[in-house]
């Protein structure tokens, strides 16, 4: 089995695990904080279909604010969910903590590889790129290439992405407020 092949189906294990533990969980924070990991495996899935685009999109869009936004939302409409996360560590070392453990070294030791490895097994689209001399340049002026496209080819996907932003923000609005007391 070759390095991408087991990549591919760890980050692909690691999105239909994630999602099964997401939806079956009672925890509404803890589901939240899976449903991060399933869009970081899903985004390296985009890359492996070689979609970089998209995989930075929804890091950026996903991960970085319908996620953080619904997380807060929750933070601050639901008081009994930080008690509850609060009650779980009374030990100095719990069972989160060795999960979180895990992960990071596992993820340590995966940069570290990719790292050291990286000249000797060189990808065959890089590659293939440098012989072609279709590779990107620092000189290039890729911002103004990206903003031709987004607002040209891409014009669709952006226009989506606006969309559920401004429904996630109306979401959270609605899950944020406070209800009067009676």
């Not at 620092?138 to 607002?151: A, P, S, Y």
Request: aromatic share 12%; proline share 2%; charged share 10%.
């Amino acid at each position: 089995m070759t390095l991408q092949a087991f990549l591919f189906y760890l980050l692909a294990t690691i999105a239909i695990g994630s999602a099964l533990c997401m939806v079956t969980l009672r925890n509404m924070a803890r589901s939240l904080f899976l449903f991060f990991v399933v869009l970081f495996a899903v985004a390296g899935l985009y890359i492996f279909a070689l979609a970089d685009f998209i995989a930075i999109t929804q890091i950026m869009v996903y991960v970085g604010g319908v996620l953080v936004l619904l997380l807060f939302a929750f933070m601050l409409s639901n008081k009994t969910l930080l008690n509850e996360l609060s009650a779980g560590t009374r030990h100095f070392v719990s069972l989160p903590a060795w999960q979180g453990l895990l992960i990071s070294g596992t993820f340590l030791t995966l940069m570290i590889y990719a790292v050291t490895s990286l000249g000797r097994y060189e990808p065959s689209w890089i590659a293939r790129a440098q012989e072609q001399a279709t590779t990107i340049a620092v000189t290039d002026n890729t911002v103004e290439q990206l903003g031709i496209h987004l607002m040209t080819r891409f014009v669709l996907a952006f226009e989506v992405v606006s969309v559920m932003i401004m429904m996630a923000l109306v979401g959270a609005a609605h899950l944020a407020r406070k209800e009067p007391n009676r």
